[in-house]
């Protein structure tokens, strides 16, 4: 067993100060005062709940210096101190005043007590009075000058006189002068007093429901020291002092005297009867010759003349005595040195009081009157004695453990906590057996309370103290007290969300632990669209009644539906309670555009987080008429939801903009009276399409009969431009007129429609806007930049450093250069002019004059509309312009020489479906926001949608859609108040049974688990693989984001799997978004910047406002980040970063088998060209894949589709021969490095039974796809050239666990993949072409789809 170890607190930011008083918060805190000072300072325990690495914050000052004097933490969780023996220096203050400090605002106030002598006021409650918290939470305080003593009511505030039986009596009924007595609650509610001035050995205690003091027995030996001989003046000294008295767990009360005797105190089965006392132990001799005192004239003890005690969570007493020594002065006092002891009342008398096994260094030269004890809700023991040093005693378990019978009991407990919500609690004994410290008049700092402990189940262990308040009952219980008792608690805002065992804390004995989650609460607003400018307002009002939605949503974390008055899916379109907005400007309404979506829509009555859409209407364009010279305006967008427990609120900000400059819009097309609303992602100033070759197209025939001509795309383009621009009312026609759905304007990867069909050519055109009376100015043209991210694109913030970089070219005008993070290029610019040879010319060099233009204006002011276009050239193989990566940044803008083999644009795609953006460069308005993307800022759209068919019927595989996307990190470190960036996937209306997942690899897929199980709570993602997560389509899901390591974003990979019974004609859309943290300060001493924003100054200064000197929350039950400061009010909100959608209708797998194999091939070419530490390796190699199940599951063969950038997947004419079999072996060279490989052939007219191994050369970053392969037994087909022998395709042509879906009948032993069950009968379609029986489910589907195909 160990012994017991006293160690230094050494915390972060610890004081300099004299330690001293010290008080236990409820919430675990430790308030620690600066001796004889007003400075007070708190010690609040680490991560793990431990105090001796603690933080320290302070100072918190009192009004008046004092020391000793009566305190105590009240049932409120407040605390109280009064009197005042001192006040800052050696002599006497005797002070009468008070003064109470709020944990919550961490400031001291006065305490309200009235003045006056007795009879009028209460100025006898002085000095170092005695005092003692009942048990209904008043205070009952003692005079030090006689018997009188007063209670204060700390609800009512209202002081009284006591002990005079109600005010019947006149006489006080305490007989004992109060001064110096150690006053001590019983388990029956009663309070214990030795009468110090009794030379009778008297004992007294007051009855609560009597409002008197009777007698409580004598003691069998003296417990107060009356008085000392005094060396200096001769004769005796006044002593009257005594030590600790603390009530055991089995009810007695055990008092040390200051004369070296001890005493029990049995309670009476009454609170009237008198009680009686037992003989304790005495104390050690004294051997310290002259210094001792022969206190009987016949023996030597140690005193405790002061000193303090604490009852251990083992039962056993730690109390400070020793020797009396004589410390000079005028006239001199005596007081005892400082030894501890254990006292032990299950032994014997004569055994019952030992030294504790080790001493404490600190206590070296004190007395014990200088010595504090306060037990933790660790079981640990602070020490403070006057010194510059605190101590820690962690009591040995030599001296044994609690009984259990002495533990708190919860009964009552919350499952689930919401942060910053308050809850009850109810047990039996959560405040514990005793008061657990006691010193005597001088220190009172009991702990009677319950602690709150939540202790984490997850890794990293993390212990938090909740604050505790309104107890409704101070006293303490007997063993085995079934009485119940409740206190309230708050869920701190800091606190990690996720899953907790909950302990109740008594005088640091813990309860049996309790199961909870601890869930995010509030509610806070994500702008859509968080930007308008006046142009676009009246445009909207023109055509649109003045209306976006949706403009934002509000997200409410952590309520039960039924708190929201939601009982059944039905009432998700208009809830019983749902967040209430006031107009945020003149002729601005902001209404909720329902239904309210759940992210776990089968609504069980948990807490969950609920999202509420809403639009905004302009009524007139009022709220633009400001005064002043500013181009924009702020205003305040503040929402409401008012709840039985209080209000949640939430802010943003969003901008209104005059500026006349030209803009692309967002959103519906205002010149198209009931035009379909698109979202931001999907601008209505943006189109992409397709031309054939020889196709016309606004009377412009694309002249050209071969694919990849460059000379007649560009050309064309330019044309197209110049004759849209000559002819603005058809032009508007038939820019409206192009389609705006990615299904039916997808752009093609391949130069042909199909293998050997005629030639196709991207294109894409941008609309520009214009409103004013002057035309742009003379020499500040408009240009439009194109560019293109490799595949669906969450983050297209603008900057001019990375994604947006542009140089200038001859002609003095801004030209698009590659964007580039690291050494990835990223982005990719377009022209209408054809590219330069960037092997021998750099970037800036290119010129683009097409997109470079002066705007008229109308003399009206009305809208002019400009169009800008380029060649989308993503389908031009044989076109090499750029290096896989930048290695040299002086080579970053080219010219590309020697920087190895240059790829095409194609090459750098990740995904079918890319992200086209388009910027508006524009002189006089440049684009300058931080936070700028085409959310925000109408000189930036993007075309992002990815359209992925899937059929009907299907095999599980073909009825996947997958789509390669990027996520930004969250930015690192984590700022203070902010929180994890978030995926929100809106699933719209998915059938029943479709699942996700989304492969992440630069991420630990139980990162985002943790992460969402400490911020959700309750959520339905899991874990699919070890860089996978998988949830159910249904809903709305949040996904946090992880930080990255890098700048470089994560590369992911969205797969969604849908269930049989599709229909043919079905579509379906899927919305991702990533939600980011923005942030506005208004200063409080800018009277204009106030004024904009008033609804939040209002709501800033309104009563629910806990201002204070450094920060505190607004509402204790918003979640939402307003933070008040003196002189500026702080308030964040999400918004979204960016979007993209997946469209998924549903074909035919005959129609769809053609075009997928296609993708097939050019994936596979792309895939070649992909380095294997490339962040796309992994996902790219995976999304493959995917499309080869397609493919497989569709009726193709994967097996026989080969890289070719033309999608042909196999060239003709007798130049190349493949061979099949499995990875064997991996070749490398004398350098270690690798080199190729072999496999065991099987060739067409060879014995099959007869196997020859066949080696072949490859580059390097093919290895780890072979490794893979030869790990999992995969069979590849190798295509080489019939005269070199060089590898010209390579794929996987199945794998051994693939099921065998194509086997023959005859085999008769295959297994449904669907249902997983044996199949007893043959399936009669080709297309299953496996076993069936008729309660497989997949197989019936056959009969019915089969006849909707047809």
Same mark, same amino acid.
């Given at each position: 067993?160990?012994?017991?170890?006293?160690?230094?607190?050494?915390?972060?930011?610890?004081?300099?100060?004299?330690?001293?008083?010290?008080?236990?918060?409820?919430?675990?805190?430790?308030?620690?005062?600066?001796?004889?000072?007003?400075?007070?300072?708190?010690?609040?325990?680490?991560?793990?709940?431990?105090?001796?690495?603690?933080?320290?914050?302070?100072?918190?000052?009192?009004?008046?210096?004092?020391?000793?004097?009566?305190?105590?933490?009240?049932?409120?969780?407040?605390?109280?101190?009064?009197?005042?023996?001192?006040?800052?220096?050696?002599?006497?203050?005797?002070?009468?005043?008070?003064?109470?400090?709020?944990?919550?605002?961490?400031?001291?106030?006065?305490?309200?007590?009235?003045?006056?002598?007795?009879?009028?006021?209460?100025?006898?409650?002085?000095?170092?009075?005695?005092?003692?918290?009942?048990?209904?939470?008043?205070?009952?305080?003692?005079?030090?000058?006689?018997?009188?003593?007063?209670?204060?009511?700390?609800?009512?505030?209202?002081?009284?006189?006591?002990?005079?039986?109600?005010?019947?009596?006149?006489?006080?009924?305490?007989?004992?002068?109060?001064?110096?007595?150690?006053?001590?609650?019983?388990?029956?509610?009663?309070?214990?007093?030795?009468?110090?001035?009794?030379?009778?050995?008297?004992?007294?205690?007051?009855?609560?429901?009597?409002?008197?003091?009777?007698?409580?027995?004598?003691?069998?030996?003296?417990?107060?020291?009356?008085?000392?001989?005094?060396?200096?003046?001769?004769?005796?000294?006044?002593?009257?002092?005594?030590?600790?008295?603390?009530?055991?767990?089995?009810?007695?009360?055990?008092?040390?005297?200051?004369?070296?005797?001890?005493?029990?105190?049995?309670?009476?089965?009454?609170?009237?009867?008198?009680?009686?006392?037992?003989?304790?132990?005495?104390?050690?001799?004294?051997?310290?010759?002259?210094?001792?005192?022969?206190?009987?004239?016949?023996?030597?003890?140690?005193?405790?003349?002061?000193?303090?005690?604490?009852?251990?969570?083992?039962?056993?007493?730690?109390?400070?005595?020793?020797?009396?020594?004589?410390?000079?002065?005028?006239?001199?006092?005596?007081?005892?040195?400082?030894?501890?002891?254990?006292?032990?009342?299950?032994?014997?008398?004569?055994?019952?009081?030992?030294?504790?096994?080790?001493?404490?260094?600190?206590?070296?030269?004190?007395?014990?009157?200088?010595?504090?004890?306060?037990?933790?809700?660790?079981?640990?023991?602070?020490?403070? &004695?006057? %010194? @510059? +040093?605190?101590?820690? =005693?962690?009591? #040995?378990?030599?001296?044994?453990?609690?009984? !259990? *019978?002495?533990?708190?009991?919860?009964?009552?407990?919350?499952?689930?906590?919401?942060?910053?919500?308050?809850?009850?609690?109810?047990?039996?004994?959560?405040?514990?057996?005793?008061?657990?410290?006691?010193?005597?008049?001088?220190?009172?700092?009991?702990?009677?309370?319950?602690?709150?402990?939540?202790?984490?189940?997850?890794?990293?262990?993390?212990?938090?103290?909740?604050?505790?308040?309104?107890?409704?009952?101070?006293?303490?219980?007997?063993?085995?007290?079934?009485?119940?008792?409740?206190?309230?608690?708050?869920?701190?805002?800091?606190?990690?969300?996720?899953?907790?065992?909950?302990?109740?804390?008594?005088?640091?004995?813990? &309860?049996? %632990? @309790? +199961?909870?989650?601890? =869930?995010?609460? #509030?509610?806070?607003?994500?702008?859509?669209? !968080? *930007?308008?400018?006046?142009?676009?307002?009246?445009?909207?009002?023109?055509?649109?009644?003045?209306?976006?939605?949706?403009?934002?949503?509000?997200?409410?974390?952590?309520?039960?539906?039924?708190?929201?008055?939601?009982?059944?899916?039905?009432?998700?379109?208009?809830?019983?309670?749902?967040?209430?907005?006031?107009?945020?400007?003149?002729?601005?309404?902001?209404?909720?555009?329902?239904?309210?979506?759940?992210?776990?829509?089968?609504?069980?009555?948990?807490?969950?987080?609920?999202?509420?859409?809403?639009?905004?209407?302009?009524?007139?364009?009022?709220?633009?008429?400001?005064?002043?010279?500013?181009?924009?305006?702020?205003?305040?967008?503040?929402?409401?939801?008012?709840?039985?427990?209080?209000?949640?609120?939430?802010?943003?900000?969003?901008?209104?903009?005059?500026?006349?400059?030209?803009?692309?819009?967002?959103?519906?097309?205002?010149?198209?009276?009931?035009?379909?609303?698109?979202?931001?992602?999907?601008?209505?100033?943006?189109?992409?399409?397709?031309?054939?070759?020889?196709?016309?197209?606004?009377?412009?025939?694309?002249?050209?009969?071969?694919?990849?001509?460059?000379?007649?795309?560009?050309?064309?383009?330019?044309?197209?431009?110049?004759?849209?621009?000559?002819?603005?009312?058809?032009?508007?026609?038939?820019?409206?007129?192009?389609?705006?759905?990615?299904?039916?304007?997808?752009?093609?990867?391949?130069?042909?429609?199909?293998?050997?069909?005629?030639?196709?050519?991207?294109?894409?055109?941008?609309?520009?806007?214009?409103?004013?009376?002057?035309?742009?100015?003379?020499?500040?043209?408009?240009?439009?930049?194109?560019?293109?991210?490799?595949?669906?694109?969450?983050?297209?913030?603008?900057?001019?450093?990375?994604?947006?970089?542009?140089?200038?070219?001859?002609?003095?005008?801004?030209?698009?250069?590659?964007?580039?993070?690291?050494?990835?290029?990223?982005?990719?610019?377009?022209?209408?002019?054809?590219?330069?040879?960037?092997?021998?010319?750099?970037?800036?060099?290119?010129?683009?004059?097409?997109?470079?233009?002066?705007?008229?204006?109308?003399?009206?002011?009305?809208?002019?509309?400009?169009?800008?276009?380029?060649?989308?050239?993503?389908?031009?193989?044989?076109?090499?312009?750029?290096?896989?990566?930048?290695?040299?940044?002086?080579?970053?803008?080219?010219?590309?020489?020697?920087?190895?083999?240059?790829?095409?644009?194609?090459?750098?795609?990740?995904?079918?479906?890319?992200?086209?953006?388009?910027?508006?460069?524009?002189?006089?308005?440049?684009?300058?926001?931080?936070?700028?993307?085409?959310?925000?800022?109408?000189?930036?759209?993007?075309?992002?949608?990815?359209?992925?068919?899937?059929?009907?019927?299907?095999?599980?595989?073909?009825?996947?859609?997958?789509?390669?996307?990027?996520?930004?990190?969250?930015?690192?470190?984590?700022?203070?108040?902010?929180?994890?960036?978030?995926?929100?996937?809106?699933?719209?209306?998915?059938?029943?049974?479709?699942?996700?997942?989304?492969?992440?690899?630069?991420?630990?897929?139980?990162?985002?688990?943790?992460?969402?199980?400490?911020?959700?709570?309750?959520?339905?993602?899991?874990?699919?693989?070890?860089?996978?997560?998988?949830?159910?389509?249904?809903?709305?899901?949040?996904?946090?984001?992880?930080?990255?390591?890098?700048?470089?974003?994560?590369?992911?990979?969205?797969?969604?799997?849908?269930?049989?019974?599709?229909?043919?004609?079905?579509?379906?859309?899927?919305?991702?978004?990533?939600?980011?943290?923005?942030?506005?300060?208004?200063?409080?001493?800018?009277?204009?910047?106030?004024?904009?924003?008033?609804?939040?100054?209002?709501?800033?200064?309104?009563?629910?406002?806990?201002?204070?000197?450094?920060?505190?929350?607004?509402?204790?039950?918003?979640?939402?980040?307003?933070?008040?400061?003196?002189?500026?009010?702080?308030?964040?909100?999400?918004?979204?970063?960016?979007?993209?959608?997946?469209?998924?209708?549903?074909?035919?797998?005959?129609?769809?088998?053609?075009?997928?194999?296609?993708?097939?091939?050019?994936?596979?070419?792309?895939?070649?060209?992909?380095?294997?530490?490339?962040?796309?390796?992994?996902?790219?190699?995976?999304?493959?894949?995917?499309?080869?199940?397609?493919?497989?599951?569709?009726?193709?063969?994967?097996?026989?589709?080969?890289?070719?950038?033309?999608?042909?997947?196999?060239?003709?004419?007798?130049?190349?021969?493949?061979?099949?079999?499995?990875?064997?072996?991996?070749?490398?060279?004398?350098?270690?490095?690798?080199?190729?490989?072999?496999?065991?052939?099987?060739?067409?007219?060879?014995?099959?039974?007869?196997?020859?191994?066949?080696?072949?050369?490859?580059?390097?970053?093919?290895?780890?796809?072979?490794?893979?392969?030869?790990?999992?037994?995969?069979?590849?087909?190798?295509?080489?050239?019939?005269?070199?022998?060089?590898?010209?395709?390579?794929?996987?042509?199945?794998?051994?666990?693939?099921?065998?879906?194509?086997?023959?009948?005859?085999?008769?032993?295959?297994?449904?993949?669907?249902?997983?069950?044996?199949?007893?009968?043959?399936?009669?379609?080709?297309?299953?072409?496996?076993?069936?029986?008729?309660?497989?489910?997949?197989?019936?589907?056959?009969?019915?789809?089969?006849?909707?195909?047809?």
């Amino acid at each position: 067993m160990s012994a017991s170890v006293w160690k230094n607190v050494s915390g972060r930011n610890q004081p300099n100060i004299t330690f001293h008083m010290s008080i236990l918060l409820t919430d675990g805190s430790v308030m620690v005062q600066n001796a004889n000072a007003t400075d007070w300072w708190r010690l609040t325990p680490d991560l793990q709940g431990q105090y001796e690495s603690g933080s320290w914050t302070g100072p918190f000052n009192m009004t008046t210096a004092r020391k000793y004097y009566s305190s105590g933490v009240l049932s409120d969780g407040r605390v109280f101190v009064i009197g005042g023996e001192y006040a800052g220096g050696n002599n006497p203050a005797k002070l009468t005043t008070g003064e109470i400090f709020d944990p919550d605002t961490e400031k001291w106030s006065p305490m309200n007590k009235p003045t006056g002598p007795l009879g009028t006021g209460f100025d006898y409650i002085s000095t170092d009075a005695a005092g003692c918290i009942l048990a209904d939470g008043r205070v009952i305080l003692g005079s030090p000058n006689g018997a009188a003593t007063a209670i204060w009511d700390p609800v009512t505030d209202n002081w009284s006189r006591s002990g005079l039986a109600f005010g019947t009596t006149t006489l006080d009924s305490k007989q004992g002068n109060t001064n110096e007595e150690t006053w001590t609650l019983l388990q029956d509610g009663t309070v214990l007093a030795v009468n110090i001035f009794s030379t009778t050995n008297t004992a007294e205690k007051y009855i609560p429901a009597l409002d008197i003091w009777m007698s409580a027995g004598t003691t069998n030996t003296p417990l107060p020291l009356h008085s000392i001989p005094n060396p200096t003046k001769g004769g005796n000294s006044n002593s009257q002092e005594i030590g600790p008295m603390l009530v055991l767990p089995n009810g007695k009360a055990f008092a040390v005297g200051g004369t070296g005797n001890t005493g029990v105190y049995d309670v009476p089965v009454a609170p009237t009867l008198p009680g009686s006392w037992e003989t304790g132990p005495t104390l050690p001799s004294d051997p310290a010759g002259s210094n001792s005192f022969n206190w009987n004239g016949t023996s030597s003890l140690q005193t405790a003349i002061d000193a303090p005690g604490c009852l251990l969570p083992c039962g056993k007493v730690l109390f400070a005595a020793g020797n009396t020594t004589f410390l000079p002065g005028s006239p001199g006092s005596y007081w005892s040195q400082t030894n501890w002891y254990i006292y032990d009342s299950s032994k014997t008398l004569a055994n019952q009081i030992a030294f504790l096994d080790t001493k404490t260094g600190s206590s070296s030269g004190k007395v014990t009157y200088q010595d504090i004890l306060l037990l933790l809700p660790t079981g640990q023991v602070l020490h403070t &004695s006057e %010194s @510059k +040093s605190l101590e820690l =005693l962690t009591p #040995g378990t030599v001296y044994g453990s609690p009984d !259990n *019978s002495w533990r708190p009991n919860l009964v009552d407990y919350p499952q689930d906590l919401v942060l910053g919500k308050t809850y009850n609690i109810s047990g039996n004994r959560l405040n514990g057996l005793s008061q657990a410290n006691s010193y005597g008049d001088d220190v009172q700092n009991a702990t009677n309370y319950p602690i709150l402990q939540l202790t984490s189940t997850s890794s990293p262990t993390i212990v938090k103290y909740l604050k505790t308040f309104n107890f409704s009952y101070m006293g303490i219980s007997a063993i085995g007290d079934t009485t119940p008792q409740t206190a309230a608690f708050n869920v701190p805002t800091d606190i990690p969300v996720g899953q907790y065992d909950m302990r109740v804390i008594a005088n640091g004995i813990a &309860s049996g %632990s @309790k +199961s909870v989650s601890v =869930l995010p609460s #509030g509610m806070e607003i994500i702008l859509n669209v !968080n *930007s308008f400018s006046q142009s676009a307002v009246h445009g909207l009002i023109d055509n649109q009644n003045g209306t976006i939605t949706p403009m934002l949503y509000v997200a409410v974390d952590g309520l039960k539906p039924s708190e929201l008055g939601i009982f059944n899916p039905g009432d998700l379109s208009n809830p019983g309670k749902q967040p209430k907005f006031q107009s945020p400007g003149s002729g601005i309404t902001v209404t909720f555009a329902g239904p309210a979506v759940s992210n776990i829509p089968s609504l069980p009555d948990i807490p969950q987080r609920f999202t509420f859409p809403y639009s905004i209407t302009f009524a007139d364009e009022s709220s633009f008429n400001w005064t002043g010279t500013d181009d924009t305006h702020l205003l305040a967008i503040v929402a409401t939801l008012i709840l039985g427990s209080g209000n949640l609120v939430a802010a943003s900000v969003i901008t209104l903009t005059k500026n006349p400059n030209p803009f692309i819009l967002h959103g519906a097309d205002i010149n198209i009276p009931s035009a379909p609303s698109f979202p931001f992602y999907l601008s209505v100033d943006i189109r992409v399409f397709t031309v054939l070759a020889g196709q016309t197209k606004f009377g412009l025939k694309l002249d050209t009969a071969v694919a990849e001509d460059s000379d007649n795309a560009t050309s064309w383009i330019q044309s197209m431009i110049k004759s849209l621009n000559q002819h603005s009312g058809q032009a508007q026609t038939f820019f409206n007129g192009l389609p705006q759905t990615e299904e039916t304007s997808a752009l093609n990867l391949a130069p042909t429609v199909t293998p050997g069909g005629p030639p196709v050519y991207n294109f894409a055109l941008a609309r520009v806007r214009y409103r004013d009376t002057v035309p742009t100015p003379d020499g500040k043209n408009v240009r439009v930049l194109f560019r293109m991210w490799p595949g669906a694109q969450l983050n297209a913030t603008f900057n001019t450093n990375t994604l947006n970089r542009f140089g200038i070219n001859a002609d003095g005008e801004k030209i698009a250069k590659l964007g580039v993070v690291g050494d990835e290029i990223i982005t990719i610019p377009f022209f209408a002019q054809k590219r330069i040879d960037t092997s021998t010319l750099k970037m800036d060099t290119q010129t683009d004059p097409a997109n470079v233009q002066k705007i008229d204006a109308a003399i009206s002011g009305g809208e002019v509309d400009a169009y800008f276009g380029a060649w989308i050239d993503i389908n031009t193989p044989s076109h090499k312009y750029f290096p896989d990566r930048i290695l040299d940044n002086s080579k970053i803008d080219g010219p590309f020489v020697g920087v190895g083999n240059l790829l095409a644009v194609q090459d750098m795609v990740r995904s079918q479906h890319q992200c086209i953006l388009a910027e508006i460069s524009f002189d006089p308005d440049p684009i300058t926001a931080t936070n700028a993307d085409p959310s925000n800022n109408d000189k930036l759209a993007q075309r992002n949608l990815s359209f992925i068919p899937v059929p009907n019927p299907g095999l599980v595989e073909s009825r996947r859609a997958p789509q390669v996307f990027e996520i930004r990190p969250t930015p690192a470190p984590l700022a203070k108040n902010l929180q994890h960036d978030e995926l929100l996937i809106e699933w719209g209306h998915l059938p029943t049974g479709t699942t996700a997942q989304i492969y992440a690899p630069a991420v630990a897929a139980k990162q985002i688990i943790s992460l969402a199980d400490s911020i959700y709570g309750h959520h339905l993602l899991s874990l699919a693989d070890e860089s996978t997560i998988e949830t159910p389509a249904e809903g709305n899901t949040f996904i946090p984001v992880p930080p990255g390591v890098d700048a470089k974003q994560f590369a992911a990979l969205i797969t969604l799997e849908f269930p049989l019974g599709i229909k043919r004609g079905q579509s379906f859309t899927v919305i991702v978004k990533q939600l980011t943290t923005d942030s506005y300060t208004i200063r409080r001493d800018a009277e204009e910047e106030s004024t904009r924003l008033q609804s939040v100054t209002r709501f800033a200064d309104s009563k629910t406002v806990v201002a204070t000197d450094s920060e505190s929350s607004v509402a204790r039950q918003s979640s939402s980040s307003i933070i008040v400061r003196e002189g500026s009010i702080s308030f964040t909100w999400r918004r979204v970063l960016g979007t993209f959608a997946i469209t998924v209708p549903v074909h035919t797998k005959t129609t769809l088998l053609a075009p997928e194999t296609q993708l097939l091939s050019i994936l596979r070419s792309i895939q070649l060209s992909i380095a294997r530490t490339s962040r796309w390796y992994p996902v790219f190699n995976r999304y493959v894949e995917q499309i080869a199940g397609r493919v497989s599951d569709m009726g193709g063969d994967p097996g026989t589709v080969f890289p070719d950038p033309y999608g042909g997947g196999k060239k003709n004419g007798g130049e190349e021969v493949e061979f099949c079999g499995k990875v064997v072996e991996l070749c490398y060279d004398c350098k270690g490095c690798f080199d190729g490989f072999g496999i065991e052939v099987e060739c067409e007219g060879e014995d099959r039974r007869s196997r020859r191994r066949k080696r072949f050369e490859c580059f390097e970053g093919l290895e780890g796809s072979v490794k893979c392969w030869w790990e999992r037994g995969d069979k590849v087909k190798v295509v080489v050239g019939r005269k070199r022998g060089d590898i010209k395709g390579l794929c996987v042509v199945r794998r051994e666990e693939v099921r065998k879906v194509r086997q023959s009948r005859a085999t008769g032993d295959e297994t449904c993949a669907d249902c997983r069950k044996r199949m007893d009968d043959v399936c009669e379609h080709d297309e299953c072409q496996r076993k069936r029986r008729p309660e497989c489910e997949h197989c019936k589907s056959h009969d019915k789809s089969e006849a909707d195909e047809e």
